[in-house]
């Protein structure tokens, strides 16, 4: 039978090499508290960890996404990114809530609602896949569960402004915003939406609306070019090693 | 003729792939305020990026150095090293001072020795490493010029506890200190201590005291048990993929 720690693992497609650093990620100090002879690790140790890693990726991501903002704005945007209410929102998307380890006490009083364990738990979540996997890991979680859902946290990240700006300072041309496809019913409609630089696609993007649809598309693009741009440097450092 | 950038890079050891962000990293805002023209960018967001990388890399450290620390005096002792006394420090050091670019208003009124702009220059700095070389880079930088000096820098870091923590957990052995030279005269004594697991010579250091002496043998064994487990966990990890 399959334990509920690789349900979790192959819900988020990984494989921890020591599965006992995820579970501590998910460990309240209650719980600790209720096993001390299993000497069984809380989260705390982890959380510190795991704040410092994501802080770094997304000031790399807002620096590389923003290439002309002023410093005290990317700061605003780093500090509306990571908080309590953004990392909650992270988790509960991932269900991160069912797999808290709890003390009675703190379960009977609803602990596992609570906003300031959620977003422990998720910065915890992080620290032990980096222990456990390294910053590029952590990168692409960061980049498939966190960078393309900015525009839902209300923390004022407008992916056509920074496609706009990459697309500018680097290529010095134009993009184009074409609707592809309307489809559903009239209450339920959806909207497809092509981002392209002359005749070529750089992103498609779906939503309820054409802002929606836009700034999905926006994001794939970004993501894309900030892919390629990546691999460019890295391809130039290994050629002057 | 060489630079004054060739020589900061020869003097550090390091080639930069784009040497306009080793010198964005030096130069303040008065300085591109004065050169508007030129299109210089000055060193916010550099210093914005690197912030982050040396919270990361120095929690890394903490984490790993320090099994048992509990999360609240692991981040006191982070933002004990990660401040502005001890960033000018670090910049002091390396003469971060005389690469500074300043502009004239800012230099006569004394701006190239006021310490939150060194401490700025310095983590700026660390921004441009990681952009032109990655933080593998950045990582060999701070334990050659950071971490062997955290003794220095009055942070409370202690390597003999560290170390004994280290070595107990994960080998269960203990530790012996061996002054194996006193040399020089009465007034500029200098000792060097062996630190041993057994028979085997871990970590070599000297000093002005003994205390001194036996802090750089624990911190240089330190180095080589973490950059071994760092080894063991990259094989591992290969072996698993």
Same mark, same amino acid.
């Given at each position: 039978?399959?334990? *509920? ?17 995820? $579970? ?5 100090? /209650? ?8 000497? &069984?690790?809380?989260? !705390? ?5 795991? =704040?410092?890693? #994501?802080? #770094?990726? &997304? ?37 991160? =809530? ?8 703190? !379960? ?9 364990? #959620? ?16 910053? =590029? ?8 569960? &966190? ?12 992916? $056509? ?17 074409? &609707? ?29 609306? $054409? *802002? ?10 970004? *993501?894309?070019?900030?892919? /390629?741009? /990546?691999? !460019?440097?890295?391809?130039?450092? /290994?050629?002057?090693?």
């Amino acid at each position: 039978m399959k334990s *509920k720690w690789d349900e979790l693992q192959d819900n988020l497609n990984m494989h921890f090499q020591e599965v006992n650093l995820l $579970k501590q990620a998910f460990t309240h100090a /209650s719980y600790r508290n209720e096993h001390r002879k299993a000497q &069984i690790q809380d989260n !705390e140790r982890l959380e510190f960890l795991g =704040d410092a890693v #994501l802080e #770094l990726l &997304i000031s790399d991501f807002l620096f590389q996404a923003y290439p002309h903002m002023p410093e005290g704005e990317l700061t605003r945007m780093r500090a509306a990114i990571v908080c309590e209410p953004s990392l909650v929102m992270f988790a509960k998307r991932l269900q991160f =809530d069912e797999y808290v380890r709890l003390g009675r006490g703190e !379960e009977r009083s609803g602990g596992r609602r609570r906003p300031a364990l #959620l977003a422990d738990v998720f910065e915890a979540f992080l620290g032990a896949l980096y222990i456990d996997q390294g910053i =590029d890991r952590v990168r692409e979680f960061v980049d498939t569960y &966190i960078i393309p859902h900015l525009a839902d946290a209300k923390v004022g990240v407008d992916y $056509k402004t920074a496609l706009q700006e990459w697309v500018q300072q680097r290529l010095g041309v134009s993009l184009r915003y074409v &609707i592809v496809e309307e489809r559903g019913p009239a209450h339920a409609r959806e909207f497809v939406v092509h981002v392209a630089v002359g005749d070529t696609v750089m992103g498609i993007g779906a939503g309820k609306s $054409k *802002k929606e649809a836009e700034q999905q598309a926006a994001a794939a693009a970004l *993501k894309s070019f900030m892919e /390629s741009a /990546s691999e !460019e440097r890295d391809t130039s450092v /290994s050629k002057t090693d």
